[in-house]
C-alpha cells in the first residue's frame, strides 16, 4: 500500500498507531509494557512531545500526541528503533518489530479530540475480544486495564505515565475528581454503541481527523506539496474533490438506459455503458481501477484497465461517442 505523506508543523496534534510486523504480538509480558512505557517517557523528554492519552495493546499501540516542535518523525523514529532493538534482543524474533510505517493522522476540534480519548480508552473492549460482554462488562475491564492512560483520566490525573490531562476540562472545567466522574459519565455513553461520529471521521481521510473542513484543508496541503516530493509514486496522495461511485452508476444507467444492476454484472451487454462508467469511476471518481473492482464484484482489475482502453479507442473513432461521454462527464463534474 502507498505511504501517507507525513504532514508536520508546530504544535500538530497526531493519532498515532503502530502495529507489529504480520501482526504478531510486540507485547509479550509486564516486563515488554513497562520497557515500551520508560522509553516512551525517554523520546517524549528529547524531543519535548506532549502526551494526551495512550493504550498498549498485545499487537498495536495508540498514541495520542502533541509536537510542539513540529519533529514527529524524529520522536517515533526514537521511540520505535529503541524498542525494536530491546525487543529482538529479548525475544530473538528475526525480522522487524513493527509493520511498516506509523499511521498518524492529524487531529483538530475539542469535540473530536475528546472522541479519540474514549475511542483509544475503549480499545481494550472492543471488537471480537469484547463479543459478547454486556456494558458493564466491558466497563470493568477497561478501568481494570493497566496499560493505558484511563485510569489517570478517571482519578482526573496523575500516573505513572506524564500525561498531559487538559481534555478533561471540556466534559466539566472544574478539575481533578469531578472532572474525572464526568468523564466516566461520557464514556459510557458509548460502551455498548459505536461513535459513530468519529467512525465516519476516520473513514473519511488518512491525513485527518476533524470536521469535513479541517479534514479538506489538510488534503488540499498535502496535494499542495506533492510536486515537491522526489518520489510520488510510494505516496498515497489525496485525489481531489470526487463524484461516489453510487452516483456515477446511477447517471449512467440513466444516460444509457440501462439498469444499475445490468451495468455490474460482466455477463449481460450494456454497450459502452460499462466501460463508460469504469472511465468515470478513474476519472471523475478519482478511484484507482483496483477500487473500481471491488466496487464491481464481477471484474478484474485487469478487465477494468482493458475496458478502459477499448472506451477511449472507441471514442477516438466515435464522435458522438466522444461528445456522449464529455457531456455526461461535464455534468457530474459540475455538481461537485
Known amino acids: 500500500m502507498p505511504r ?3 504532514t508536520q508543523y508546530e504544535g500538530a496534534k497526531y493519532h498515532v498507531t503502530n502495529r507489529g510486523n504480520g501482526r504478531l504480538p510486540i507485547f509479550y509480558g509486564v516486563n515488554d509494557y513497562e520497557r515500551f512505557l520508560e522509553q516512551l517517557r525517554d523520546a517524549m523528554g528529547q524531543d519535548c512531545v506532549v502526551l494526551y492519552a495512550y493504550c498498549l495493546m498485545p499487537t498495536h499501540v495508540h498514541l495520542f500526541v502533541e509536537t510542539p516542535a513540529g519533529n ?3 520522536f517515533m523514529g526514537r521511540l520505535t528503533t529503541a524498542y525494536a532493538m530491546y525487543f529482538r534482543y529479548k525475544h530473538y524474533r528475526p525480522g522487524h518489530c513493527f509493520q511498516g510505517r506509523y499511521n498518524a493522522p492529524l487531529v483538530a476540534g475539542d469535540d473530536y479530540i475528546l472522541r479519540l480519548t474514549r475511542y483509544i480508552h475503549l480499545n481494550p473492549v472492543r471488537g471480537d475480544r469484547a463479543e459478547g460482554w454486556l456494558a458493564e462488562q466491558k466497563w470493568e475491564k477497561a478501568k481494570q486495564y493497566r496499560w493505558s492512560s484511563l485510569s489517570g483520566y478517571l482519578a482526573g490525573g496523575g500516573g505513572e505515565v506524564p500525561v498531559d490531562y487538559r481534555w478533561l476540562r471540556l466534559v466539566d472545567a472544574s478539575g481533578g475528581a469531578t472532572a474525572g466522574k464526568a468523564y466516566e459519565r461520557y464514556i459510557g455513553r458509548l460502551l455498548g454503541t459505536a461513535d459513530e461520529v468519529l467512525d465516519e471521521a476516520m473513514k473519511a481521510s488518512r491525513y485527518a481527523i476533524g470536521d469535513a473542513a479541517f479534514r479538506t484543508e489538510v488534503e488540499d496541503w498535502v496535494r499542495g506539496q506533492a510536486p515537491q516530493w522526489s518520489s510520488r509514486s510510494d505516496l498515497d496522495v489525496p485525489p481531489p474533490a470526487a463524484v461516489p461511485f453510487e452516483r456515477l452508476t446511477a447517471a449512467v444507467a440513466e444516460a444509457f438506459g440501462v439498469g444499475v444492476r445490468s451495468l455490474c454484472t460482466a455477463r449481460e451487454r450494456v454497450g459502452w455503458a460499462r466501460g463508460v462508467l469504469l472511465e468515470l469511476a478513474c476519472t471523475v471518481g478519482a478511484m484507482r481501477q483496483r477500487a473500481v473492482a471491488r466496487a464491481l464484484g464481477t471484474l478484474s482489475e485487469h478487465a477494468v484497465s482493458k475496458q478502459r ?14 461528445a456522449r461521454f464529455d457531456a455526461l462527464r461535464e455534468t457530474l463534474k459540475s455538481k461537485l
Open 309 to 322: 482502453r477499448q472506451l477511449r479507442a472507441a471514442m477516438s473513432e466515435d464522435t458522438s461517442l466522444r
Open 72 to 74: 514527529l518523525d524524529r
Open 4 to 6: 501517507a505523506a507525513r
